[in-house]
């Protein structure tokens, strides 16, 4: 069974601090996802990352694929009010995605 | 800007009654999903369709639960008889490979 182990479940910061949030698993996968979620909404789709070792930037969030594609990480810079949400990774596998039970943020200003 | 729509956004209903959920996907999206959020059990897939053939279901209840894609454009979610314990949003996604993009959502209260 394949699953994904998120981390930390929850995270309250001030406004202009960092956080990580890590997406870990024993299972490969052809691709890894990382949404986010506000009360009342959808998930919505952050990155995409596919390749091994595959660093990408979206503003103040930078999203990292692990070398053996089985781990990510998502590093937020100087975290803002606007930043709340819920964040989950999901691992794609054959045609499906397997989920992460996501990180709660709250940025408080 | 495509979109997935789900009707209806709240449903207020009692015990033993039908639910029905409809969901448009984007159009083009060759997949269809059904989850099941809740706070205790987070994100649960229900059912997923590709090319409006169903492929695993394995996730309902299949006593109560049944999903249905009758044509590109509308897939459905039914429970009847709905249970108290069936209270949750749910949500259809639509997709490409395994990129899924997510509608509102329906939220269920069953009395």
């Known amino acids: 069974t394949q699953l994904l182990e998120q981390s930390p479940q929850f995270l309250s910061i001030q406004e202009g601090e960092n956080l990580t949030v890590y997406c870990n698993s024993s299972s490969v996968f052809s691709s890894l996802q990382w949404y986010r979620q506000e009360p009342g909404e959808g998930p919505v789709l952050l990155v995409t990352v596919v390749t091994g070792g595959e660093v990408k930037k979206l503003k103040r969030l930078t999203f990292q694929f692990g070398d053996a594609r089985k781990d990510s990480s998502l590093h937020i810079t100087a975290a803002q009010p606007g930043d709340t949400g819920l964040y989950l990774c999901?691992?794609?596998?054959?045609?499906?995605?397997?989920w992460g039970a996501g990180t709660k943020l709250i940025i408080k200003p | 800007d495509a979109r997935v729509t789900q009707t209806p956004r709240h449903k207020v209903t009692e015990m033993g009654q039908e639910v029905t959920m409809r969901c448009q996907p984007i159009?083009?999206?060759?997949?269809v999903f059904w989850y099941r959020q809740t706070m205790m059990q987070g994100l649960e897939l229900l059912a997923y369709?590709?090319?409006?053939?169903?492929?695993?279901d394995s996730g309902m209840p299949k006593d109560r639960f049944s999903a249905e894609m009758p044509d590109a454009t509308l897939a459905t979610l039914k429970i009847q008889p709905s249970e108290p314990r069936d209270s949750a949003v749910y949500f259809c996604?639509?997709?490409?490979?395994?990129?899924?993009?997510f509608g509102p959502g329906t939220r269920l209260t069953v009395l």
């Open positions: 369709f590709r090319n409006r053939a169903p492929l695993d």
């Open positions: 159009l083009g999206h060759n997949t």
């Open positions: 999901a691992g794609g596998s054959n045609y499906q995605l397997i």
């Open positions: 996604a639509s997709g490409i490979v395994d990129t899924q993009y």
